[in-house]
């Protein structure tokens, strides 16, 4: 039974709160859409985004799942580590918490930045990302996506493709499948996918081809261009050539796989158009869960 | 000064060779006598069920004076150094402004000698304000007093550079003690490059970053004929490099710290009470901590004799630079005050190492590779002396600990051994 006071990351969370999670998401999901999205769990309750990495959707997913909970919601964004900015981050949660607040929900470029706040304050603490470390509401909402369409983890082939070096979301997914049973695979190029991955229970391999007619969801995630052109990546042809999903790797995928993407998508380079609007794809749901799924972290981490 | 005698211990002198029962007798600040000792003096140390040592030396400490003495002054850091059993120590240069000039050498001993507590052995800066670029006046660093040189918290990138500073070293007769990390592949990396960085999405500092620089370094001290000494060695690669070298006649040495001999980078897994992941920052220190075959490889140098010395690489840092962010945080723990007694219980204690080995690797060794005449036993030397109480059972509180810093990762931490008197040139400056 869920009695934790913080979400920092999905590795600790055993099979019984993972799935307890999904489950209390699914009550949230059905008035998502409909005009009656209000509930009144967090009524009274003030919820700030503490975010010092700019991001609109994610932001915006958290505010909005607030809001539906009836909670106050305040963002302060600030880039820049401690060091720049003068006050440190310890210094800027426990100001914020002396306001009387309830949740942070913190993202940060730091791996481990939501876990020094959370073993510094009283509120609850929900880890919106920290550094390359875990995003775990991400993981959480692919998890809920897969389990409606597919119902269950057990032997399904879960593939993610792309820069798992750099991607909490990888992490976050990795250990949340791993958890209820999946067979995950990760693939990507040579230089972005750490050897160690391995000992988190996935298979890495290195030629897509080779994996994606077999997989029952292929998870890409975006590839940041700052990578492509460095010293890192060669060029956008050579990634998508090589671990791009394009319309041929997506015609041998199996009919009823499922095509999934964290966010914002660069259309044409790590999947195309086609396919991110195609039929497998599940990208837009992605969306409507994240914010079912956040409902359901920010009522939990209060014990409502 | 006046006379002691210290009674009834068991000494343990690797430089003589000797490891049995004998008394010490200090006349008028020097070593009188050996053995067994009948007469009176004018204080008598009761040594019973104690080792007798030469005064340990620790061969790389960081003070912060000039420029950070909020965090440790060399009153300080010699007081931390007593406390933890040294009665001398070797201060790298990397203050602000850095030690690249005589009077930088002069200010450190004048500065030790106002505290008059451990002695202090000024190791002065390979480069001009250790910039990599131009070297230093060598001589003139050699003649104020430096015993060594080293850039350490940096790399001399420039081979060509660093071949020029071992061919003046080596006319100096002075050690060049390598921190052999490659930046260039180290860049952001704030912990071991494996399993645990890849798992806490850390950067990590590869191990090949530091085999590549110590290679590097053997070859040129093999060109010049420099005397080399790698800084706290952290990896299986580099131990095999020093290995070959050895064993090719290069004059090569090589130190490792007690925390790499202790610890592995699993600590950063560490969780609280509450599970929660504490990306706890006294981990944080470079070299950083490797995996565990990475200390199992030390300890077996430290055996052979590849690794030469055991040090602190004693880094002070003021509580704000580590109450951050892991990425954000400062390298370094302190290690003065917690070195003997991890030594005793992790290493001693469990086999892995005799005593006569690990208090080596602390008094005679570190004397030869400083070219220092300490580190022994012997009649007619300095009496600096360290009697070490090996079944004493305490708990390591930073709180009580006589660096003005408290980075440690040891905080709370059960162990044994514990240095009971420390005295330099005759004179008693902690315990009874």
Known sequence: MWNRKHLLGLEELSREELVEILDRARTFRDRCTSSERKH????????VMLFFEPSTRTTTSFTLAAQRLSADVVSFSSTGSSTTKGETLIDTARNIEAMGVDILVIRHTASGAPHLVARHVDASVVNAGDGAHEHPTQGLLDLYTIREKKKKFEGLKVVIVGDIAHSRVARSDIFGLVTLGAEVFVS??????????????????????????????????RIQRERI?????????????????TRDRERRMKPDALVMHPGPINRGVEIAPEVADGEHSVILEQVTNGVAVRMAVLSMVVGK | MGSILIQGGRVCDPASGRDEPADVLVRDGKIVQVGRVKGKADRVIDAAGKIVCPGLIDMHVHFREPGNEEAETIASGVAAAVGGGFTAAALMPNTEPPVDTAQGVERVRLGAARAGLARVHPIACITKGRKGAELADLASLSQAGAAG??????????????????????????????HAEDPKRSAHGVMHEGAVSTRLGLAGISAASEVAAVERDVLLAEETGAHLHVAHVSVAGAVEVIRR????????????????????????????????LKFDTNYKMKPPLRTRGDVEALRTGLGDGTIDCIVSDHAPHGLETKAVEFSEASFGIVGLETTLPLIITELIETGVLSWSRAVGALTANPARVLGVSSGALSAGAEADITIIDPGREWTIDVNALRSRSRNSPFDGRKVKGIAACVIVGGEVKAGR
């Open chain 2, 245 to 276: 070298a050895k064993a090719r006649g290069v004059h090569v040495t090589a130190e490792a710290t007690a925390h790499h001999l202790v610890l592995s980078d699993e600590c950063l897994l560490e969780r609280d009470e509450a599970g929660i």
């Open chain 1, 188 to 221: 990507g190029p040579e230089t972005l996918v750490p050897e160690p991955i391995a000992e988190l229970g996935v298979t890495v391999v290195k030629d897509f081809d080779e994996i994606v007619g077999e997989a029952d969801v292929v998870n890409i995630l």
């Open chain 1, 229 to 245: 052109e460095g010293t890192v990546l060669p060029s956008t042809a050579e990634y998508t050539r090589l671990y791009g999903l």
């Open chain 1, 40 to 47: 009144t769990t967090l009524a009274g309750k003030t919820v």
């Open chain 2, 149 to 178: 040189f080293s850039d350490d918290g940096a790399w001399v990138a420039d081979a060509e550079l660093m071949r020029r500073a071992m061919e003046c070293a080596r006319t100096l007769g002075k050690p060049v003690i390598s």
